[in-house]
């Protein structure tokens, strides 16, 4: 299709330009017929080129022209060409969907045509009119703003203000700003020029930030926080300023204000003892007191939990308990901790607060109560603490235990309910007492049981630092048990606990008063000594509970034969002692036979009938005699019956005395040889007979008295075990036998065991197995060395503790050899009951080998019995060869005795067994 072509517009590349332009083009020659349009038009219209062009313009558009509109074409058209020039108006279309379209229009002359540009103007024209809106709304909302808002040109000409900016300056609009408007000072009182303040500053380019400034008004001078940016256009060129003016006046007379009440109140919080945090929930900000900071608080722990339980109410606070904190000086604060919420206007809290209080002297003088209510519930002793009038507030776990009266129950109560029968004496006054200064005495109280208790009381006033009473302390110890105990123990004192006979110190005080009175008087008394007749085999064969009952029953048989004037006494073990006055030795010795008489019949002893006989030791008064010279003499008549066969009964007679007298002054002697060291110990080799080697040593102690010279055992021995003497020598010989082994190994002689002796009355102390355990272990010898020596009788009659030593100190290496078998019991249970190692045959035997046929065939059966056991033996007393060569012959492989070497010091045992290296058997 040819499209006419524009005349002027002959380039094709303007013209594709121009047919691509969105504007509405179009072109009309002199008669106004449309000679050009461009594809915007023909798209608005819903026309096409052959169907337009040539037609009047208003043709073309008369579907697409609003009526009414406010200017129409064609007197456009014609203004241009009369004018010569282009002409401007604007008109109204509405487009293909019926919306109207706002264009302005521009008509272009030339010689042949004129040109229509129709630039739609829609948009810009709304815009236009928001603007228009919201330029009113922007005054409205300035109008309504209470800071004072100023507005200029570029040129510095006022062309908005506020109210505010009006009411506050008195200021107008088209007024400079550079004039002399305000008189404005800073806060040090300082003037600003006008050119200085912040919209100056803006004009030159400055965005200004928040400035104090002081203006000077009619109402006086002001304070405003004034702010000012530099206004620019779309394009980025700066048009103006606008400053922003807000009156602190009375915000900045608030804020001083507050600021002294923060300060009074950050001083009252620094006061604090208490450590304190604050948090803000708005500016996340935490405050702390000065004892916060020393302290470090920086596990604030019940404060994270409030701030983590921003939805809860500040009611319930949270806490943390106790924790450590370290301060400035590096010392450890034990703090308690709590928080809560700090509420506000609203709904929400706007913060939180940790209080944290050091309880670090708290805590020790907790702990320290804790120790004294502890050390008070650990005591023995019942304590309570009163009020001053003895009001129970509190008792210790033994008041409970001691009373039966829980403390929850005795609190509130007084003192008196521990004596409801008021019995125990005059509470008034006693509290009286205490309250002054202290009471104490002894009280027989009742527990909640009713049971009564003999207690001591000590009832002390305790006192405040400044000696003020503030309370009572009560300290009840039970005595009860105590007093039982006194009670028994004056009983045991003087009497047998088995029995409930008189004891030994009562029949002393009894014979002083028989003695006392039979000097008064000329009467004679008589003390009679009982020993029960092989008392031992009673125990021995039904046990010791039915030795006790026969001690009981004859004790009862002996108070029944008496006279009521006669005592009867226990002294211990078997033996019993009778005192009987005013009689003739015929009437005792009536009284003897009577009860030699009341003994034969049996006695029932746990289901069994046992004969019992007794032996009897009389003893009469005369001279000045003393208890202690009677009670002696009786006992040496009691020997005396027992050597005339037992089961009869013997008087005390001068003989008797001089014997007597004779042991005593040896016992005298004896302590002084304990104390002056006068024993010595020889010592006799052992041999093994067919080699005649040393196979060991016997001690034998002897008494070198300083005036009767060396005193064999046999002299002293007895009389030290009656007197109870043998502990303290037995002790020191096995003491010394140990000591002189170490001494001969020290120089060079092997004795390969040392014998020892233990006596009968050692065995029978209970005491003895612990001294006798502690000495093997405090020997410089090994325990596999000694031979511990003893007679059957000894053994059979040693406590039954000891005899369980017998056997450890066997299973510990020690060995065990029976003294003079063949003379006692010769029973082979105990050989097997106390591990025995060797039977040593009696002297007796051995010394009639010669002349008695029946000491060979003794001596023979004890070899045989002992091979048997496995058991050595040893011969003593071998005094001639020919004992040597018939006990070889018999099969007895060790002996000792005169024929090889005499007893001798231990200085001379070295030469001596040199000397008898062999035996020339």
Known sequence: MNEPTAQGLDQQRLLDLVLAQDALLAAVDEDGALVFANRALWDFTGRTADDGLGKPLDDVLMESVVPDAP???????????????????????????????????????????????????TERERTIGVLSEDQNLLESVMDSAAEAIVVCDLDGKLTNLNDAAKRHFELLTEVAWDGELLTAFDITGRVIPQRDLPLGRALRGESVDSTSVLIESKNGMAEFDATARPLHDPFGTQVG???????????????????????????????????IVAYSFETGERFRNAVARRWHLEREAPLDAVIDATGQSGDSPFGDGLRVEVDDEGEQRYVVASAVMIEGDGERPVGAVEVARDVTELRSHMQQLEVVNAAFDAT???????????TIRWANRSFTSMTGFPGTVIAGKHLSVLDPDGTGGDWEEIIGSASQRAWQGRLEIQALNRRPIATDVSISLVKDEEGNAM????????????????????????????????????????????????????????????????????NDTFGHPAGDQLIRKAGHRFKAILRETDAVARLGGDEFAILTEGSTKEEAEALARRILSGLREPFDLLGSEVLVSTSIGITSSGGEKAPDELLDEADVALYQAKDLGRNTFAWFDEEMGRRLRSNLQIAHELRTAIAEDQFVLFYQPQYHLPSGELTGVEALIRWNHPERGMVPPGAFIGVAEDHGLMRAIGQWVRAEAGAQAARWDTEGLVVPSIGVNLSPTELRDPTFADQILREVKELPIDASRLEFELTEAALLAADPRNREVLTSLSSAGVRLAIDDFGT???SLLYLKQFDVN??????????????????????????????????????EGVEEAEHARILLELGCDYGQGYFMCRPAPADEIPGKIRSLELLDL
């Open 824 to 826: 006692g019991y010769s």
């Open 71 to 121: 200017l129409t074409l064609p007197a456009l058209i014609e203004t241009a060409r009369m004018r010569g020039r282009a002409a401007y108006g604007a008109t109204q279309l509405v487009d293909e969907s019926g919306d109207h379209r706002t264009f302005d229009l521009a008509a272009h002359p030339d010689p042949q045509s004129v040109l229509i540009v129709a630039t739609d103007v």
């Open 380 to 390: 023995l002793a019942a304590i309570a603490i009163t009020d001053l009038d003895g």
């Open 241 to 275: 300023a606008v400053s922003v003016w807000r009156d602190v006046t009375d915000l900045r007379s608030v804020q001083s204000s507050l600021s002294r009440t923060e300060q009074f109140l950050e001083a009252v919080l620094n006061a604090s003892l208490d450590g």
């Open 471 to 538: 309370n009572l302390i009560a300290v009840l110890e039970d005595v009860t048990s105590q007093l039982r105990a006194e009670e028994r123990i004056r009983y045991l004192a003087t009497h047998d606990d088995l029995t409930g006979l008189p004891n030994r110190r009562i029949l002393r005080e009894l014979l002083d008063f028989a003695l006392a009175r039979s000097r008064r008087n000329g009467d004679l008394m008589h003390l009679l000594f009982l020993d029960l007749d092989n008392f031992k085999n009673v």
């Open 838 to 875: 060797r039977i040593k045959v009696a002297q007796e035997f051995v010394t009639d080998l010669l002349v008695s046929q029946s000491s060979a065939s003794i001596i023979d059966a004890t070899i045989g019995l002992a091979d048997g056991l496995g058991l050595d033996v040893i011969a």
